[in-house]
Antibody, heavy 118, light 111 residues
């Protein structure tokens, strides 16, 4: 059974860069699935950030594309998220998830809270 | 403004039936993209509830039923229980955005 665990700083300064990692256990990141990031601002709904395939192919939410990079480290069986030029609007719980080729997310991490504040 | 539209809230008494709608457009649900549903209990990560319009993952009670027609989809919960109180989100794929889209979420209150 695949499990996901997010990690990274809980506090980022405005204009800085948010960096998170999602460790994959119980399965290979080189499987036929896509690996996604989803965020949820306090009291709000879910927002898809983007996703990547182990080959390096990526897809991003057009509203975030200019600031987001998702990458993979096959040797560590993990993938990462970088968001540049962050503002308070990027404060959220960030989830990593496994997305099947049928476009649903069947495995989610527990989420990690990131606050953007000076 | 979410690409998929859901009612902000629904409520029902224990034992009753409630439905949650999810309205899309010709670039997502209407284009034939499947609709998936997630349940998010307070303080926890979303959990897959229904996939590909009407399929339940192992362990999800058959009190949850999903359907899709035209540019909309619905989630029905029968025999409402206190433990069903949660936020529910629909999700699909949008061909114009070339990515995953979510509904704004619906808070279910069990009276």
């Amino acid at each position: 059974q695949v499990q996901l665990q997010e990690s990274g700083p809980g506090l980022v300064k405005p204009s800085g860069t948010l960096s998170l990692t999602c460790a994959v256990s119980g399965g290979s990141i080189s499987s036929s699935d896509w690996w996604s990031w989803v965020r949820q601002p306090p009291g709000k709904g879910l927002e898809w950030i983007g996703e990547m395939y182990h080959s390096g192919s990526t897809k991003y939410n057009p509203s975030l594309k200019s600031r987001v990079t998702i990458s993979v480290d096959k040797s560590k069986n993990q993938f990462s998220l970088r968001v540049t030029s962050v503002t308070a609007a990027d404060t959220a719980v960030y989830y990593c998830a496994k997305r099947t080729h049928f476009y649903y997310m069947d495995v989610w991490g527990k989420g990690t809270t990131v606050t953007v504040s000076s | 403004q979410s690409v998929l539209t859901q009612p902000p809230s629904v409520s029902g008494a224990p034992g009753q039936r409630v439905t949650i709608s999810c309205t899309g457009s010709s670039s997502n649900i209407g284009a034939g993209s499947d609709v998936h549903w997630y349940q998010q209990l307070p303080g926890t990560a979303p959990k897959l509830l229904i996939y590909a319009n009407g399929n339940r993952p192992s362990g999800v009670p058959d009190r949850f039923f999903g359907s899709k027609s035209g540019t909309s989809a619905s989630l029905a919960l029968t025999g409402l229980q206190a433990e069903d109180e949660a936020d529910y989100y629909c999700q699909s794929y949008d061909s114009s955005l070339s990515g995953v889209v979510f509904g704004g979420g619906t808070k279910l209150t069990v009276l």
